[in-house]
């Protein structure tokens, strides 16, 4: 999305050209990034001049209908063609974050006089960033997740397994020509203190039921957690729900420009109070192309927020065999009030 | 499924120990192979020894379901853990083809005194050449794609768009509790002509029409592509299709033990005769837990055919915007005949 940006920094860096490769033995999400396109192919990207794609002969179509880029196909070999086009910088950006150590080997091999610079950082600092449009692609990605959310829990009597739940969210969700942005989750009962529990085809137990999802809207990812109850919730359950609640809501008061993502970590730690201990996950990561991506929220994170990211709040409590709770928006960060993009109430449907 | 046979070529090579790792920054297919495990986390294989796989604590519960080997859940951090299991081993096997470049250079600086050494050929090798077990999991996905596409020309009637078809192909998927092992294409047409057409909302075609598709049993990839004609074939379109039938059963007869793959793939090209120009991609690939892994079967292969292996022989060729034929079986090599494990009859179904 941010093309001319990359362009610059590249000049900045003192970098001719970079090379984003999306290959099958190594997808790189910000292939898709800059292209639009989401089939195999070398992005190539001059410091200045027109950016284009070299795809093999036979993405040539799909990749001419997606992407608003050059495309070339080569023909006899890939290397042939990039050598054409590229000549023989000594300068060479590549994503070291992506590229594995044995392709590196063999870009070494063909240009041995090349210097192969890793320009991940730069990209990383373009992507965490969104744009306008971007910003667009992700309201409607979670507009579309909160409307098959509602949908979901108006037929939730109907359901009898976790799968057949999964079940619905994926054909709704395919209803509106989308897919999902990662494996949905439906954790009921003891299952649910597993953070990544796969649904099963087993009946939905009683107790406290953690629906975990996303699609995709223009390639951009939502991601949302809600939680039902089935059954009639104790006095403590509710208590706990709305520890959690409070936590959550609190917390998002935190994500403004400037917070520190470590701090912003501890205070959601800090706020579950006793239960910070079973908390064992992230509290959130950026959303975009990938569903996780930088920056992440985590005791070890260095990065500070900044308006235009957009990143979930999902604090968690697990307590092992028993149960699990954890509720996730997905936040705007702006100068003042963070805009939560996942509109659904955050209120614990009870199912009788 | 060798992780026996891994450990001995460690040893031969004088590697105390091997990491494979299964990270969302960088997939290895390879880490499910020996797993059976498909979450993140680290695969430890000692020279001897147990072998054991690290997982984050939110990964413990689901890696213990599905693994077999010894699981541990690290608690305040992986690389503190990893280093209390290995020790300071001065070599250290790890998969090339798979870890990043800024992976590596984290590793390095991490245990600054280890070489880390490439094992992945030595992988490649064992994973090439497939396990009984793992024959009876790809004749078994196989076998259900067969019954799928049966099911599917039974109701070929009914489709109206290329997305019709996805659809039924992905339910009836689904209704066997499997899924696809790649984006099925459905290809009418001019479309056809895109050998990775995606289906799409369009009415379909008169003329061919291409479905190429797979499903997993047990993680293991089919993959079969066969052919409809929607309408009256001309009898030009009908010799056409007999060519192409002829070349690929012909093809068959040579995947035996000892082929050389590139001999294979010349072979495929003259056997489609003045049509050989329009076969714009290679003849062929290995099937397993990836649906495109070694051996590969094009003009640039190194590769010899052995016993066990099992690769698809998919010719096509593709008349830009006018049309697109391919017919592609799984085939298992042996000494002599070789098993086609793809049993659906190759005939062109005909559909007025």
Do not use: W
């Not at 410091?47 to 001419?64: C, D, F, H, Q, S």
Request: net charge positive; glycine share 8%.
């Amino acid at each position: 999305m941010r093309i001319k940006d990359f362009q610059k920094e590249l000049k900045r860096k003192g970098l001719p050209v970079a090379l984003l490769f999306n290959l099958e033995e190594h997808l790189n999400p910000s292939f898709y990034y800059f292209t639009r396109y989401d089939g195999y192919g070398c992005l190539v990207v001059p410091a200045t001049g027109k950016p284009l794609v070299i795809v093999p002969p036979m993405e040539e179509e799909r990749a001419k209908d997606t992407t608003p880029l050059h495309v070339l196909a080569y023909r006899k070999s890939f290397a042939g063609t990039l050598q054409r086009v590229i000549g023989r910088p000594r300068n060479i950006g590549i994503d070291h974050s992506t590229v594995p150590i044995l392709s590196h080997r063999r870009l070494r091999k063909r240009m041995p006089r090349a210097r192969f610079a890793d320009v991940s950082t730069i990209i990383d600092r373009l992507r965490i960033v969104k744009t306008e449009t971007e910003l667009s692609y992700l309201r409607k990605a979670c507009a579309m997740s909160d409307d098959i959310l509602h949908t979901c829990f108006d037929h939730f009597k109907k359901f009898r397994t976790e799968k057949d739940v999964y079940r619905f969210l994926d054909q709704e969700t395919r209803n509106r020509d989308s897919v999902f942005s990662f494996d949905a989750i439906v954790a009921s009962g003891g299952n649910a203190s597993q953070p990544h529990h796969r649904p099963a085809n087993v009946k939905l137990k009683k107790g406290f039921c953690v629906i975990d999802f996303g699609v995709k809207y223009q390639g951009y990812c939502s991601d949302t957690t809600r939680m039902v109850y089935l059954g009639r919730p104790s006095r403590k359950e509710l208590a706990l729900y709305q520890l959690m609640l409070d936590a959550q809501e609190h917390v998002t008061t935190l994500y403004t420009q400037g917070a520190s993502c470590v701090d912003v970590f501890d205070a959601s730690v800090k706020a579950l109070g006793t239960y910070g201990k079973y908390f064992i996950h992230g509290l959130g990561h950026g959303i975009g192309v990938e569903v996780h991506e930088p920056p992440s929220l985590g005791p070890n994170s260095e990065e500070r927020l900044a308006t235009g990211m957009t990143v979930t709040n999902e604090p968690g409590v697990y307590l092992p065999g028993k149960l699990g709770i954890r509720i996730e928006d997905s936040i705007i960060v702006t100068k003042k009030r963070p805009e939560i993009i996942t509109r659904i109430p955050r209120v614990l449907r009870i199912i009788r």
